[in-house]
């Protein structure tokens, strides 16, 4: 109960809502006509003078917006297999029971004298009712509303942006989203659930409502023991769920490997007492020999929430000096987060089959932060914190192992699945770029699995090795050649791979953004230097051919040198130099940066993300051979020489998919000189 107090106007409100004054002293403006119009809902109102009583014991709250719009989803046959709901409801009651365990070993009074952990199943066919429970850790009336009126912490903005309007691909984008308990309304029309917290009075118990629509309520309740139920009211067409056997044969396909039992009535007309329906046994511990490829897969899809069989998996037991066992599993697509660093929740840690964390950061490098599963380690104690993850040498150790065991399941899958690994390479390939930046020792192994496009492949979806383009170097090559490019076409049509056409020289297309920073710590690969085909001069070593033209273009450039320095004097504010190339055939004039100089790209992207950039000035370079450089060297009218000379240098800089700092300027030079044409 709190006494409101009448305070005056709230700065930003409408005149005819006052703002009010709680006794605790917050501050708010009753605003509930105007926004949402059950905030709060108002139990007892008692008009004092100034002076209102508000029981708020009981509330009527609003979904955000993310999850009204997950709902509606759900509601409408998102899912095609239905059953799914139990899986999830039990994979919350075995998280809270894990998170009871670990801070009860801080405080063993949260136990309450009850530490058989377990999970309990029942129905009521009378009622049309499902109930999950567990004596975990339970939830807090702020945990309730935190937890089951909003989606996550974060990311839903961008979750939902993600959102196509194709169902199959939606369901997959919530399964990644891991909203399992919102599943509970594919099969339910109302959902209850009562919690207490454990450590709170029996007086703190909570209760919380809702039909899946536009609003949930909040209540405190008298609960006396700790721990989660959550009930079910089912809808008319799923009532083939109120069946004993039905809920068994769900548990068994999807739950049995939780290591906590799963009890259940016994079914049958003299049976009495409860019986455990799961192995209650966890999966990693078991003999490799013993697992079937779907319970692989079952667990997966709990301990991450999925909806999709994943890509692979690996399974190790490290026994001897250090003892630990992991599982670990390459999804089959990327979370809705991959591209946030800090948001990793892919592995959970055990110690001795206890539960430690669940975004164990430092068991796997930051590159592999789309790998799940989980790692239970004998050498841990069992109160190990965050802080003494960092410096422990058994983490080390295992982050060691776990990471050679991902590569080596990496390596296996490029070698005998290369169109799993295909997939895997689209999926998560730039993620993997970001090891060569992070780990130094490990740049060769992992340069080993990256794949990039080439002028050799047809199509922008094939990618091929850096192994499969040394196979395919020319006699004399010493050089593996790449240009980066905003997009694939930029980058296949550059200018600067007309000489590499010519002589059939397969050159890289780097397009990721990432692969600015990747040439710049990936400076070779099998003792073969990367060479930048739009960077510093270009010498392709004994693949020029002395027999053929280029001795005789190299005798032209010595002519040409008053025609350089004219284009230079009109681009002197534009360019660094202008120089003859080697490098095109076809093409009039390119632009090249300095060799240690930032790449033009690289520029670009900085400034996209709002980086303060020093704009290099480029060095120019004209093609002897082309017509228009031979008309330009003939051209006597300075103005309508500097118009040309500037068309050249806006068309070198539109071919490698810069922009124009005078568009307007540019279409008036164009079209001076096409008025000229006879």
């Not at 935190?146 to 939606?170: C, H, M, V, Y």
């Not at 037991?317 to 089959?332: C, F, M, R, T």
């Not at 005798?555 to 490098?583: M, N, P």
């Amino acid at each position: 109960m709190y006494d409101i107090h009448i305070w005056g106007q709230s700065k930003n409100s409408d005149p005819k809502f006052p703002c009010f004054r709680r006794n605790d002293g917050f501050r708010f403006p009753l605003e509930i006509p105007r926004r949402k119009p059950h905030i709060w809902q108002l139990d007892t109102l008692i008009d004092d003078g100034d002076t209102m009583t508000v029981d708020t014991n009981k509330e009527a709250l609003g979904f955000e917006t993310e999850v009204q719009q997950l709902l509606d989803l759900m509601i409408h046959s998102l899912y095609s297999n239905q059953e799914i709901f139990l899986r999830e409801l039990i994979s919350n009651a075995s998280d809270a029971a894990d998170r009871l365990r670990f801070e009860g070993l801080q405080d063993d009074s949260l136990f309450e004298d009850d530490s058989d952990l377990n999970i309990r199943v029942e129905y009521n066919k009378t009622q049309k009712t499902i109930s999950v429970l567990d004596n975990g850790i339970g939830m807090s009336r702020q945990e309730v509303v935190d937890n089951l009126g909003t989606i996550a912490k974060s990311g839903s903005r961008q979750f939902f942006e993600s959102l196509t309007g194709d169902q199959t691909r939606d369901s997959q984008l919530i399964g990644q989203f891991g909203v399992g308990f919102y599943s509970s309304f594919i099969i339910a029309d109302k959902v209850e659930v009562v919690t207490r917290r454990a450590g709170l009075p029996r007086a703190e118990g909570v209760r919380w409502v809702s039909d899946g629509k536009s609003e949930y309520t909040v209540e405190t309740v008298d609960r006396p023991k700790r721990g989660t139920k959550v009930t079910l009211y089912l809808r008319k067409e799923a009532k083939e769920f109120l069946d004993g056997y039905r809920l068994r044969s769900i548990i068994n396909k999807y739950s049995d490997h939780i290591s906590l039992p799963i009890v259940m009535p016994k079914e049958g007309k003299d049976e009495t007492g409860d019986e455990t329906v799961n192995d209650a046994k966890a999966l990693w511990t078991r003999n490799k020999k013993d697992i079937k490829d779907e319970e692989y897969n079952e667990f997966y899809k709990t301990v991450s929430h999925d909806f999709e069989d994943p890509l692979c998996h690996v399974h190790t037991k490290v026994e001897g000096k250090l003892e630990y066992a992991s599982l670990l599993y390459i999804p089959a697509r990327a979370p809705f987060d991959l591209w946030d660093r800090e948001q990793r929740h892919g592995v959970k840690l055990y110690v001795k089959r206890v539960f430690i964390m669940d975004d164990a950061k430092q068991l796997l490098p930051a590159y592999l932060r789309f790998v799940k599963g989980v790692v239970d380690s004998d050498d841990l104690p069992l109160n190990i914190s965050r802080e003494i993850l960092q410096q422990n040498k058994v983490i080390e150790t295992i982050r060691s192992g776990c990471t050679k065991k991902v590569l080596d399941l990496l390596k296996k899958l490029a070698n005998k699945e290369p169109d799993k690994y295909k997939q895997f390479w689209q999926t998560f390939g730039r993620v993997m770029k970001e090891g060569v930046i992070d780990v130094h020792d490990k740049r060769e192994e992992l340069a080993k699995l990256f794949r990039f496009k080439t002028t050799h492949e047809d199509t922008e979806e094939e990618t091929v090795s850096l192994d499969d383009y040394i196979s395919r170097m020319k006699e004399g090559q010493t050089a593996i050649y790449y240009v980066t490019a905003e997009n694939h076409a930029t980058a296949k049509n550059s200018p600067h791979l007309e000489i590499f056409r010519k002589k059939e020289i397969e050159v890289l297309l780097l397009t990721d953004p990432i692969d600015e920073w990747l040439v710049t710590h990936l400076t070779e690969y099998a003792e073969k230097p990367l060479a930048s085909v739009n960077k510093g001069e270009l010498d392709l070593g004994d693949l020029t051919d002395e027999t053929s033209d280029d001795k005789a273009e190299e005798t032209a450039d010595d002519k040409l040198d008053d025609l350089t320095k004219r284009i230079e004097k009109v681009l002197d504010e534009r360019v660094k130099e202008v120089r003859i190339t080697r490098r095109l055939t076809e093409s009039p004039a390119c632009l090249v940066a300095d060799e240690h100089e930032m790449g033009r790209h690289l520029e670009q992207i900085l400034k996209a993300s709002g980086q303060q950039v020093t704009m290099a000035k480029p060095i120019m370079e004209i093609n002897p051979g082309h017509p228009i450089v031979g008309k330009l060297q003939g051209e006597a009218d300075e103005t309508r020489f500097g118009d040309w000379a500037n068309i050249l240098f806006d068309q070198a800089l539109l071919s490698e998919g810069g922009q124009l700092e005078d568009p307007a300027g540019f279409v008036q030079r164009l079209n001076s000189v096409f008025l000229e044409l006879k």
